[in-house]
């Protein structure tokens, strides 16, 4: 049997729309975010949906919640879930871009940064940037990030995979797109747009993308 997946990023908040660095901070969803995330809900509303999965962040339950109400099969049940919460960008948190740019740039070098643009594996790269660029604040490796992401969803693969059933997860930016990326290697987004849908199939014990667009 097959487990689809359904890979959704919360909707826009009001640090989002403030351009600043979000990762374990807070903040709730923009008319425009809950309005998508309605939009996303009523895309969906014909799927059902054997259990969600959100992140214990606020904005990822939200999200979730108003995707689920819209939803014209049985209402599954939301769970909790701290494995799927965002990176924590320690020093960076709540930084404007334009303030986070060059920070970065001074602390890893001009060079550094144009390998990661050009290169492979970006997500991963700008996740260990984050960690090595953060002095004396612990930050995530983006194997811990991916191995969160992972452990999550095949506990629940696991769990369902002898009925053929549908999953909503939903979380953040980065860690669907390290996960993404893991499986991907053509993956060139470097990040998820608020609400942007991948499906992904879990079958005796192993992932495939169907769908990233």
């Known amino acids: ?27 709730p969803l923009t008319k425009k975010g809950a309005a998508k995330a309605y939009k996303l809900g009523q895309r969906l509303s014909e799927i059902e949906f054997q259990a969600v999965y959100a992140s214990d962040l606020k904005r990822a339950q939200t999200s979730a919640e108003i995707i689920v109400a819209e939803n014209k099969k049985k209402k599954p049940q939301i769970y909790c879930e701290p494995d799927l919460r965002e990176l ?15 920070a970065v740039l001074k602390k890893a070098g001009p060079k550094k940064i144009l390998k990661i643009i050009r290169g492979p594996k970006r997500v991963s790269k700008i996740v260990d940037m984050f960690r090595d660029t953060n002095d004396g604040i612990q930050v995530e490796s983006a194997a811990e990030l991916n191995e969160r992401i992972v452990r999550i969803l095949t506990q629940s693969g696991m769990k369902y995979e002898n009925q053929e059933v549908n999953l909503l997860i939903v ?19 470097l990040f998820l747009r608020n609400t942007h849908l991948s499906k992904v199939n879990y079958k005796e014990g192993k992932f495939s993308i169907v769908e990233r667009k």
Do not use: C, W
């Not at 890979?7 to 989002?16: A, D, E, F, I, S």
């Open 1 to 27: 049997m097959v487990v689809h997946f359904y890979l959704v990023r919360h909707g826009q908040t009001k640090l989002n729309r403030l351009h600043r660095l979000q990762g374990i901070t807070d903040s």
């Open 88 to 102: 924590s960008f320690g020093f960076y948190e709540e930084m404007k871009n334009r303030q986070m740019i060059p």
């Open 171 to 189: 979380a953040h930016a980065l860690i669907l797109s390290i996960f993404i990326e893991n499986l991907d290697k053509d993956f060139h987004f």
